[in-house]
């Protein structure tokens, strides 16, 4: 069985926790801040775990 090839462009936005879940970076966080409130940007700051329907996907393309 061939090996498998790590998806370069998922390894760069997902990480692995210690306990094995994945963490993203939330979404709506690059630009058009003015609009945001100071309760909204904070909150963006945080990491997020991936949901459980996406992780199955995730898990194929970040094998290693």
């Known amino acids: ?10 390894a760069k936005r997902f990480k692995l926790t210690g306990s094995g879940k994945i963490r993203r970076r939330k979404a709506y966080s690059n630009h058009l801040f003015m609009s945001k409130t100071p309760k909204q940007k904070r909150n963006l700051r945080r990491t997020a ?7 199955k996907r995730l898990r194929r393309l970040l094998p290693n």
Do not use: A, F, Q, R
């Open 49 to 55: 775990i991936v949901d459980e329907t996406n992780e």
């Open 1 to 10: 069985m061939p090996k498998l090839k790590t998806h370069k462009g998922s």
